[in-house]
Nanobody
């Protein structure tokens, strides 16, 4: 098990930027892959980006070229730099920890709201 705490959400105008952070603590085995998912009201939770401890990344097509995921293994922290934000990026963003970049793990943060105004 790993504990995940997100920060950095907020309200921005379309075209603006935000940087999300997620600090992980506990089992390192449950944070081999750290990633971000998002969920809008009435919508299914979807993958945004994920990164392995070795630096392998996976992005949703809708965010490629705009978002960048990174991690600092020494700090057990994952980041999501979000540029050129669009109103459709509005959602609650959740940090996730698991053992594979190919499927979500069982560990979730509490979520942080990102709202993009037009």
């Amino acid at each position: 098990q790993v504990q995940l705490v997100e920060s950095g959400g907020g309200l921005v105008q379309a075209g603006g930027s935000l940087r999300l952070s997620c600090a992980a603590s506990g089992s390192t085995g449950s944070s081999i892959a750290l990633g971000w998912y998002r969920q809008a009201p009435g919508k299914q939770r979807e993958l945004v980006a994920v990164i392995s401890i070795g630096g392998m990344t996976k992005y949703a097509d809708s965010v490629k070229g705009r978002f960048t995921i990174s991690r600092d293994n020494a700090k057990n922290t994952v980041y999501l730099q979000m540029n050129s934000l669009k109103p459709e990026d509005t959602a609650v963003y959740y940090c996730n920890g698991g053992t594979s970049i190919y499927r979500a793990g069982s560990n979730w943060g509490q979520g942080t709201q990102v709202t993009v105004s037009s």
